[in-house]
């Protein structure tokens, strides 16, 4: 009889909000109910992981893979070189997700990485941001309309072409294109020296990373945890992501 491994752990990443006078760190339910329907347990992890050596080592060492999600904070510029300062940030965030990234990579755990988690993934690899799309001449407007209801603010707003040989390739098999929705006022500038271009929007924005020379380590800069149109191919991406961290675990226990 074979070994039985449980389900593998997905550390999630939270965000810092004020609720009525209380700091508070919190995940959206909708990164967690797809990692539990995908076959895994996710796990939130607070920033003071990161408030006594030896912390996060230790919850590293129980997890199997890593969700970074999107926020409503954006990453402080002086991360990638910019001057100023963000209205909606999260420092604590952006210190956590860096550290976890870095031992990403050190440990060759997996790693799906949305929105804001796609942005820190490039920043944390040497790369660098546009500050507002919008304010780019070749790039069109990818924020939604936040006057609208959820299910509006999340429908499929613009086409990504897919390309070749990669690991979105590999998922999305024989789809070359396909609609995505669009929620973001930052995006990449330079994906810098370590990540590949996994797909790109009609105005040539990088919308999908990856991770060179990693097992599995995929960047999306839409929302594939809101199923609409796309939901099969949202779901393959989880169902990837829990796979290869289904692979890690029996790799690091074995």
């Known amino acids: 009889m074979g070994i039985i491994f449980d389900k593998p752990l997905i550390g999630v990443v939270m965000c810092q909000i004020n609720r009525d006078g209380h700091p508070t760190q919190m995940v959206h339910n909708k990164y967690l109910t797809p990692v539990i329907t995908a076959g895994g347990v996710p796990l939130a992890l607070p920033h003071d992981l990161l408030a006594q050596p030896g912390?996060?080592?230790?919850?590293?060492?129980?997890?199997?893979?890593?969700?970074?999600?999107?926020?409503?904070?954006?990453?402080?510029?002086?991360?990638?070189?910019?001057?100023?300062?963000?209205?909606?940030a999260d420092p604590g965030r952006d210190r956590l997700a860096f550290t976890l990234i870095r031992?990403?990579?050190?440990?060759?755990?997996?790693?799906?990485?949305?929105?804001?988690?796609?942005?820190?993934?490039v920043v944390a690899t040497g790369g660098s941001l546009h500050r507002q799309l919008h304010l780019q001449p070749d790039l069109q407007d990818h924020r939604e309309d936040s006057s609208l209801p959820l299910a509006q603010q999340y429908a499929s707003a613009h086409a990504v072409w897919v390309e070749p040989g990669g690991l979105l390739a590999s998922i999305t098999r024989d789809r070359t294109t396909f609609q995505v929705n669009s929620l973001h006022q930052q995006?990449?500038?330079?994906?810098?020296?370590?990540?590949?271009?996994e797909?790109?929007?009609a105005d040539g924005l990088a919308e999908a990373v990856s991770l060179t020379e990693h097992p599995f380590a995929l960047a999306v800069q839409w929302h594939p945890e809101w199923h609409d149109e796309e939901a099969g191919?949202?779901?393959?991406?989880?169902?990837?992501?829990?796979?290869?961290?289904?692979?890690?675990?029996?790799e690091t226990r074995l």
Do not use: K, W
């Not at 995006?187 to 271009?197: C, E, Q, S």
């Not at 990837?240 to 289904?246: K, L, S, V, Y």
């Open 187 to 197: 995006g990449i500038r330079d994906p810098g020296p370590l990540l590949r271009v």
């Open 55 to 88: 912390v996060l080592d230790s919850a590293l060492n129980a997890l199997q893979g890593i969700l970074l999600t999107g926020s409503p904070s954006n990453i402080e510029p002086h991360h990638y070189g910019e001057s100023g300062t963000e209205a909606d």
């Open 199 to 201: 797909a790109r929007a």
């Open 233 to 250: 191919l949202s779901q393959r991406i989880f169902s990837r992501f829990i796979h290869a961290c289904q692979h890690y675990q029996q």
């Open 103 to 121: 031992q990403i990579i050190a440990r060759n755990m997996p790693l799906l990485a949305i929105c804001r988690g796609l942005q820190e993934l």
